[in-house]
């Protein structure tokens, strides 16, 4: 069942104003066939709607899209939740083992190339950027070398230590060296240790993590992005600007100056501002998670990746944030004042290689509005909502078995967002 209910006045009046400016008409889930056919881009909409076009440019105020059959459609910032470039590569990029893990979560392929006591100097993946990049220790949790094609989901948790209040080198054998970290370059790695400086060479490093007392995770700008690449990186910034001609990004990190990021390394832009609240951005310890093993247990969920342990990807689509969990499996947030209306893109994951079947459902306080259908891995996304939210205590996502049980239904909830009354 669909719910029915509809959003508040300031919510609809600012959907109109989007529809004005576009001066077209949209379906719920697409724009016009031939743009559909011929975009590079398409726009989710905070009514639902998916709009198609050729992306020309991003400001501080709005996103625009040009069509071959349509005149330039203007979309107000503040009706879009999220842009996902069309143009996949064939088969996601293996993934190049070189990463900078940031404290906040962001992950980006780059080499860690050197460290002067106080930042790293980074040299990004080829597709990413031609410039080196300084980064500030303090904001890195860690960052890896040598691992080509391992996902740095992975790394993420070989490169974890329990208790761990010094730096850590994992070595490619497996072997972990703890100190107080001195000094690397591409070359050689020193390490003030219990015994004495002890020196490596970066060769022989898989990678390294940095003091966890030592770590300032950047906060989450209230105004600003989350940009998913297609190698299975995220990134945040404070803002994100394209000038159609350059087709190039213009972002401002929050690690330093501006960066420009080429469009075809893109796969998605997920917008933050004070009238969206990402369910993929919780206190862990307030969501209540409920499964029910198909067998003899489950994998739990997973924040910003799917079970499979690698990034979100649905149809070749790699989403910055979301949700991955195993069919049998439900999460419960708590609806907050101000909550009007949720939405998500649903799907079973990439890594499924088509496979799995599942049902999606979202429940407010015990009571089912919404249902995807069984839904397996050679199936579309699924826009999920709006489903209005108003005056309800509990929201519920929920994955129920298909006809196949519980096997390779790594099911995705990709960009989760809450739409919250504008501040008058």
């Known amino acids: 069942m669909v719910s029915c209910r509809s959003f508040s006045d300031s919510a609809r009046a600012l959907l109109v104003a989007a529809v004005l400016l576009t001066r077209l008409t949209f379906t719920p889930s697409v724009g016009r066939a031939d743009d559909a056919a011929a975009s590079d881009c398409t726009v989710l909409a905070v009514d639902g709607a998916q709009i198609h076009g050729e992306l020309s440019r991003i400001?501080?105020?709005s996103v625009h899209l040009s069509g071959q059959q349509t005149a330039e459609t203007v979309l107000p910032l503040d009706s879009v939740i999220a842009l996902r470039m069309m143009k996949p590569p064939a088969a996601p990029p293996e993934s190049p083992g070189q990463w900078l893990l940031f404290a906040n979560g962001d992950r980006v392929a780059a080499e860690a190339v050197r460290f002067d006591g106080e930042e790293i100097l980074t040299r990004p993946a080829a597709l990413l950027a031609v410039d080196e990049w300084r980064v500030p220790v303090e904001m890195l949790a860690a960052v890896t070398?040598?691992?080509?094609?391992?996902a740095p989901e992975r790394l993420e948790t070989r490169l974890r230590g329990d208790g761990l209040r010094e730096d850590l080198l994992l070595l490619t054998n497996g072997d972990r060296v703890t100190g107080e970290l001195l000094t690397f370059?591409?070359?050689?790695?020193a390490i003030e240790t219990s015994v004495g400086e002890i020196p490596i060479e970066r060769s022989r490093l898989a990678g390294l993590a940095f003091n966890p007392d030592l770590v300032v995770p950047p906060s989450t700008p209230s105004q600003g992005a989350v940009i998913g690449f297609h190698d299975g990186g995220r990134m945040t910034v404070r803002s994100v600007r394209l000038d159609g001609a350059v087709r190039t990004f213009e972002v401002?990190?929050?690690f330093g100056a501006a960066l420009r990021l080429p469009i075809d390394a893109?796969?998605?832009i997920e917008l933050v501002r004070p009238g969206l609240r990402s369910l993929a951005v919780v206190d862990v310890s307030d969501v209540t998670v409920e499964q029910t093993p198909y067998l003899s247990s489950a994998p739990s969920p997973v924040w910003n990746g799917n079970v499979a342990g690698g990034a979100?990807?649905?149809?070749?689509?790699?989403?910055?944030?979301?949700?991955?969990?195993l069919s049998g499996t439900s999460l419960t947030f708590r609806v907050q004042s101000g909550d009007e209306a949720f939405l998500a893109v649903v799907g079973i994951d990439d890594a499924a290689d088509g496979q799995g079947s599942a049902r999606f459902s979202v429940l407010l306080d015990g009571g089912e509005v919404w249902s995807s259908g069984e839904l397996t891995g050679q199936n579309e996304p699924v826009v999920v909502g709006p489903l209005d939210v108003a005056g309800a205590n509990r929201l519920t996502l929920r994955v129920d078995f298909g006809e196949y049980g519980d096997i390779r239904d790594f099911a995705d909830w990709c960009t989760p967002v809450i739409v919250r009354t504008q501040a008058k």
């Open 59 to 61: 400001d501080g105020e």
């Open 145 to 150: 070398w040598s691992q080509k094609g391992t």
């Open 185 to 189: 370059d591409e070359q050689n790695v």
């Open 252 to 254: 401002e990190p929050l």
């Open 266 to 268: 893109v796969s998605m």
């Open 312 to 325: 979100l990807r649905l149809r070749g689509m790699t989403c910055p944030r979301g949700v991955g969990m």
